[in-house]
């Protein structure tokens, strides 16, 4: 079942995080509503520009909504990822998604808060909610890059202004993480000083964590013992900073670079105890479970895992 993004919300405000996982194929898609509904978790699927055109928009849709059909006991939105201006239009026109993210964080403050107004007019005609970004986050992310001297922690002070003008529904905030595989180098944490000056500023304001993935070490270990080459000091998220982020107000939590992780790792093992090997489906088999189990672990250090019914009682 397809539910609004704020609706999910409601429910998880301050005592889990629901997990957002991008995707990009069949594969992804079977394995992340396989490991939901074993999890008995809510989601949030996510897609981004580059999903979307790396066969067709439509095409993704389609698995989608035959995804529901399959799993009827899931619970889950839609929502764009990482939008531009007119991508948050086609998607808000389309009636197919949930919520849309307007990311006008390289803008200047008062260029970010004039572009995600329109885009939240627009999507509230519509009944789609709106996503926005205040602060930036450094690393690579498809076709966003930002250098880690040019990244900045979100300003509470400035985040009241910015949510009273603009009228988004959540708040992707700069909080200690960055895009990509290669978050930190070494121990580092989340700041959670941050999160509990926004969420004490603008109380209920759902604030979303961008670039959360926790790059395992023995994933990466995994890859290159079976020929990647990963830097192994990568590092990301610690795991069990999630729940207590959530606690503070952190409602949201986008994961997609583990997946390709696990796509990576499952790939290459396979290929490599099996040289004479050509059919994919195999490997997809392999893979499908491979990320339900590895989506289902990650519901439960966010807190999501057990939590369908509550859900329900609230539709």
Not at 43 to 61: C, H
Not at 298 to 313: I, P, T
């Amino acid at each position: 079942m397809i539910v609004t993004t704020n609706q999910l919300y409601k429910v998880a405000y301050k005592k889990f995080a629901v997990g957002a996982y991008n995707i990009n194929n069949l594969e992804q898609t079977m394995g992340l509503f396989r490991g939901n509904v074993q999890s008995k978790a809510p989601f949030i699927i996510q897609l981004s520009k580059g999903a979307r055109n790396y066969t067709d928009k439509r095409m993704l849709e389609a698995i989608i909504r035959t995804a529901e059909e399959i799993f009827p006991e899931a619970i889950f939105a839609v929502h764009l990822d990482h939008g531009d201006e007119q991508t948050c239009y086609d998607c808000i026109d389309s009636g197919f998604y949930s919520s849309v993210m307007i990311d006008a964080s390289h803008e200047s403050f008062e260029e970010n808060i004039a572009i995600t107004r329109r885009v939240v007019d627009r999507a509230h005609a519509k009944g789609v909610s709106v996503e926005a970004e205040l602060g930036m986050l450094g690393g690579v992310e498809e076709d966003i890059k930002v250098d880690e001297k040019h990244a900045c922690l979100t300003n509470p002070d400035e985040a009241v202004e910015f949510v009273k003008r603009s009228g988004c529904d959540s708040l992707a905030a700069a909080i200690g993480t960055s895009h990509g595989a290669y978050k930190f180098k070494g121990q580092q944490s989340l700041r959670f000083d941050v999160i509990e000056g926004i969420a004490e500023k603008v109380p209920g304001m759902p604030i979303v964590m961008h670039g959360s993935s926790s790059v395992p070490v023995e994933e990466v270990q995994r890859i290159n013992a079976a020929g990647g080459q990963l830097d192994p000091s990568a590092r990301g998220v610690n795991e069990e900073e999630y729940l207590p982020a959530a606690r503070l107000g952190v409602t949201k939590v986008n994961i997609d670079t583990d997946g390709r992780l696990v796509w990576t790792r499952v790939h290459r093992e396979f290929f490599r105890d099996k040289p004479a090997e050509f059919d994919f489906r195999p490997p997809g088999k392999v893979f499908m479970q491979a990320y339900a189990d590895f989506i289902a672990h990650k519901n439960e250090k966010l807190g999501s895992a057990g939590q369908l019914d509550a859900v329900r009682a609230t539709l």
